[in-house]
């Protein structure tokens, strides 16, 4: 049995955390790893209800869309990811507290230690050991965006540049849990510097063996 490992990845719309996510998750379950990934918001049934209404509802004041965010995270922590963690597998999610934080907190100017301190609350102090942020310029992430846009996507180049500083203020200011990346490199090339920086947390070589 090995000790959960729980991964988040963070960054704006198109910024590839999907791609990321599941490379990541391919390569741990190739080296026989048990991974569960999963997102927020929408990781429960809950969750997709929370979702839809956060994202394609009616328009919501900012204080309750944070509460919503924070709701669906409770949940999802305390069914879905300290579960999994118990059991030793581990959780690799797509955006986690630190994008309530930034989009919240910052972008909704909420105040992000406000919107910190109630997200600590929802998930009883649980953070991940490594937050990857695929950093990218609004412009670009608009540019790879498909489809109708939802209600964050819809708020706005100032406040996209307030969450995209927020996220990197945040990072620099806990560099041991978080890996900043530029999203704008290849792929493949992205992926392997977050393959090598979980194996260090697991005590793998990056391309290793199984364990
Ligand atoms: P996401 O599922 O990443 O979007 P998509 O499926 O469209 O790629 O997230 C949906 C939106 O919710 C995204 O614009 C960011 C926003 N969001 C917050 O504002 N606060 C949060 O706490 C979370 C988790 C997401």
Do not use: C
Request: a negative charge.
């Amino acid at each position: 049995m090995h000790p959960g490992l729980f991964v988040s990845f963070e960054g704006g719309d198109g910024a590839g955390k999907t791609t990321q996510s599941q490379l990541l998750g391919t390569w741990l379950e190739g080296q026989g790893y048990e991974v569960v990934r999963t997102r927020e918001p929408g990781g429960t049934e809950l969750g997709r209800t929370l979702r839809s209404a956060v994202l394609h509802g009616d328009h919501v004041d900012a204080r309750t869309e944070a509460l919503l965010y924070a709701t669906d995270r409770a949940h999802h922590v305390a069914s879905v990811v300290r579960p999994a963690l118990a059991r030793g597998a581990i959780v690799v999610t797509d955006r986690y507290l630190d994008s309530s934080v930034a989009y919240q907190g910052t972008g909704r100017e909420l105040g992000a230690d406000e919107i910190e301190r109630l997200n600590l609350w929802a998930v009883d102090g649980l953070l991940p050991s490594v937050t990857v942020l695929l950093d990218l310029d609004p412009a670009a992430m608009a540019a790879r965006l498909t489809g109708e846009p939802d209600r964050l996507e819809r708020a706005g180049d100032e406040f996209h540049r307030r969450t995209r500083a927020a996220f990197l203020e945040r990072a620099a200011a806990d560099p041991g849990r978080w890996l900043v990346l530029d999203a704008a490199r290849p792929v493949e090339e992205l992926a392997a510097a977050v393959r090598a920086r979980v194996a260090l947390l697991l005590g793998a070589a990056p391309e290793g063996s199984a364990p």
